[in-house]
């Protein structure tokens, strides 16, 4: 692995376009590539509160959750997210465009490969925010709150936090709790401190798993592309996830067994689950360690199909359980 990156302009400190074809990507395609469509299906956490809190059968949101409107409302709310993560992703792509020549992957972003110039990337990153934050308000105040501190935390992240080690993956964990939290705030459901912990801890597993895969790939170029991974060192990032690891499983396992839950749900089946986000976290580590994956969380989802099949088949398991279709 490192003996391929050392011989690649990545670790050399050489950019990464230099060698590039003279094809130039349109600036429509450029800026839609920016917006990393790839990348929305982190904001499924969105319909987190659809699932659990519009199953909550001491709402009167359990009653409405099938109508309409409802579903709708989740399904604008994943939108608005998917709009203003691709902001985030164009304000970080301009920030970063320097660093992103010399990573071996990166230097294809077309912000960094000269296709979409930086006034393009910043005057559409204003459109799109501000057109995004003005239908999350139309929803409701509170969700356009939350989708405001989302554009400010990833923004700050951008420019001071993913430099501060630990913070940094804190941070992008964060941003997850901020999608699960936005959707459930959107159609007006109570949010559960389990849904709180149980997706920070999620969302920091991938976030190390995610500097781990940088660490390693780039090797003795990592600390040119990104200097906080000079901070870390895959031993310490192997001894955070496993301790993340632990504590995301048992926080979800205490979850799906406890006597709230049970009440909550009107059943006791749900920790019939617990299987699923078993394998799929042995299965991301197995991705990570054997297979060099980690780089992308979307990507490792998308293209890994036991990883996609143990995700759908809990998501199908998780509805079919605390709704109950077939039961009069």
């Known amino acids: 692995m490192a003996r391929s990156v050392q011989s690649s302009p990545a670790a050399s400190g050489t950019p990464m376009n230099i060698t590039r074809s003279s094809s130039r990507r349109s600036i429509p395609v450029s800026l839609l590539l920016s917006l990393r469509p790839q990348q929305w299906t982190k904001n499924l956490l969105v319909f987190a509160g659809l699932l659990f809190a519009g199953a909550d059968r001491s709402q009167v949101l359990y009653q409405k959750t099938l109508e309409s409107r409802v579903i709708l409302t989740a399904l604008e709310a994943f939108v608005i ?155 310490l990032l192997d001894q955070m996830i496993a301790v993340v690891t632990a504590s995301t499983l048992i926080a979800y396992i205490f979850y799906t067994i406890s006597p709230e839950t049970e009440q909550k749900f009107g059943t006791g089946w749900l920790g019939l689950t617990i299987p699923f986000p078993l394998y799929g976290i042995f299965r991301y580590l197995y991705l990570v360690h054997q297979r060099e994956g980690g780089g992308s969380p979307a990507d490792l989802l998308l293209n890994d199909r036991p990883l996609l099949a143990c995700v759908t088949l809990w998501v199908i398991a998780v509805a079919l359980i605390i709704y109950q279709p077939f039961v009069p």
Request: glycine share 8%.
């Open 81 to 235: 997210f998917c709009a203003l993560s691709g902001v985030v992703y164009l304000i970080n792509d301009v920030l970063d465009r320097d660093t992103d020549q010399r990573h071996p992957l990166k230097s294809r972003r077309p912000i960094a490969a000269g296709d979409l110039p930086v006034p393009a990337a910043i005057g559409a990153a204003g459109l799109i925010g501000v057109g995004a934050l003005a239908a999350a308000f139309s929803i409701a105040p509170s969700f356009g709150l939350v989708a405001a501190a989302y554009v400010v935390l990833q923004t700050l992240y951008s420019l001071k936090l993913k430099h501060i080690v630990i913070l940094d993956a804190l941070t992008l964990s964060i941003g997850f709790v901020l999608r699960a939290v936005g959707g459930a705030v959107a159609i007006g459901a109570v949010i559960s401190h389990w849904l709180l912990v149980c997706t920070i801890l999620l969302a920091l597993f991938m976030a190390l798993a995610k500097r781990r895969h940088e660490l390693v790939l780039l090797a003795d170029g990592a600390i040119s592309h990104r200097p906080i991974l000079g901070e870390y060192s895959a031993y």
